[in-house]
């Protein structure tokens, strides 16, 4: 009975051993690999596939067409490559170019079915699309303001507001500069960075690297220490999905109250929660606000309507004629209210759209209005449309420029 029972033991313990072998240490396919010559490899098991492909921003673009309000638009799309299946049913390619440094993201297509690289731990999700992440970073480049570096870090914290105007509590992500904690007397000036359509206050952070960006940034003496406020454009909802009362809610660009002037009407809430619960410099001078896509709308709109508000404001890829401006007052009398805030004399408007976004001509438009009128701005194109890899270079551009 002694030796059954020890016999038993043994083959517990394998099991055990084999089971936590299969679990945590299987071997793995390892996927994506920065090559020492600059390409990049990826591979993915799939032994009964027929065919397997990767896209993503890495690719040359491919021209596409989507039609809005009645309007056919053409923009950029990641481009597309084949893999090749190799031993093991294991699928690979290997970019035949050197793949610049930034941060890109991508993922794999099994016949047909859009899937994420499961050997690639990191991963965005951007709405309701999860994308494989793949950062190549290089010293003296500006991807390498997204990468984690031995320098003093900010704290990143999820804050709850009372909202008068959505009726419940809403969240918030903010930044506070390394030292603001042992630094109790000093006072910080403030950014406010807006998400675009179907984001949430979380967008930033995540795909944006913003706080990577903040830190290196101030550790480099180019951009001055500031608090970072990172709204939820989406009155609605509370806070980002499955982190609100929504539950499983599927994420979706389909929100009520986006763009029809109550995340306007809304922002002051904000603004005092921020200055009432940190040490703030409450000042116009000491404010700055930026937003891409529906949040470089948001940033139009809040700069005009709250012309002694901010001092600065920057509009990346802004949304601008997409939606129904008659709807709400926010939106009405746009020349007035353009006028009375340049007289005001705002420290800068920044405005960066790329060269293919398919709101391109939308803010060349608005453009040649602020000429028309001799109102001052700064501008810059970038190659590429509406992706993340532009809003990034907006953010590390805008920030450096703001409370000098």
């Not at 394998?14 to 299969?22: T, V, Y």
């Not at 799309?77 to 290997?94: I, M, Q, R």
């Not at 709850?160 to 000093?186: C, H, I, M, Q």
Request: charged share 20%; with cysteine.
């Amino acid at each position: 009975m002694k030796k059954i029972t020890i016999l038993l033991a043994i083959l517990m313990l394998n099991f055990s051993a084999f089971a936590q072998q299969a679990l945590w240490g299987g071997a793995n396919v390892e996927s994506p690999v920065i090559n020492a010559d600059g390409t990049v490899t990826f591979r993915y098991r799939a032994p009964k596939a027929v065919k397997v492909q990767v896209t993503g921003d890495f690719l040359p673009t491919q021209k596409m067409v989507f039609e809005m309000n009645g309007n056919k638009m053409e923009y950029d799309a990641p481009g597309v490559a084949d893999l090749k299946e190799g031993p093991g049913g294991v699928w690979e390619y290997t970019t035949p170019f050197v793949v610049a440094p930034e941060m890109y993201t991508y993922t794999f297509t099994v016949d047909g079915n859009s899937v994420i690289d499961n050997n690639n731990v990191f991963v965005n999700r951007d709405i309701a699309s999860l994308t494989s992440v793949l950062l190549v970073p290089k010293a003296g480049e500006r991807s390498d303001l997204y990468a984690i570096h031995r320098v003093p870090h900010g704290t990143v914290s999820k804050v709850w507001y009372p909202s008068k105007t959505a009726g419940f509590d809403r969240r918030l992500t903010v930044y506070t500069p390394a030292g603001y904690e042992e630094n109790t007397k000093t006072k910080y000036p403030v950014l406010y960075v807006l998400h675009g359509i179907g984001g949430d206050e979380d967008a930033w952070v995540t795909q944006g690297r913003a706080t990577q960006i903040l830190d290196n940034l101030i550790a480099r003496g180019e951009a001055k220490p500031m608090i970072v406020v990172f709204t939820n454009g989406n009155i609605s909802q509370e806070a980002a999905p499955l982190e609100n009362s929504m539950d499983y809610t599927r994420p979706t660009m389909q929100l009520p109250q986006t763009m029809e002037g109550t995340f306007e009407t809304s922002f002051p809430e904000v603004v005092k929660f921020i200055d009432s619960h940190y040490r703030t410099i409450a000042k116009k001078d000491s404010r700055a606000i930026c937003g891409l896509s529906m949040g470089g709308f948001h940033t139009l709109y809040n700069t005009i309507n709250y012309p002694d508000l901010f001092g600065w404001s920057g509009m990346f890829s802004a949304a601008i004629g997409v939606s129904d401006t008659s709807i709400s007052p926010i939106y009405q009398d746009f020349d007035k209210k353009l006028a009375t805030y340049f007289s005001k004399k705002p420290k800068l408007l920044w405005i960066g759209c790329g060269s293919t976004d398919f709101l391109i001509q939308a803010n060349r438009d608005f453009m040649k209005k602020l000429d028309e009128n001799k109102y001052p701005y700064t501008f810059m194109e970038t190659d590429g449309g509406h992706i993340w890899r532009n809003w990034r270079i907006y953010l590390s551009e805008f920030v450096p420029l703001i409370f000098k």
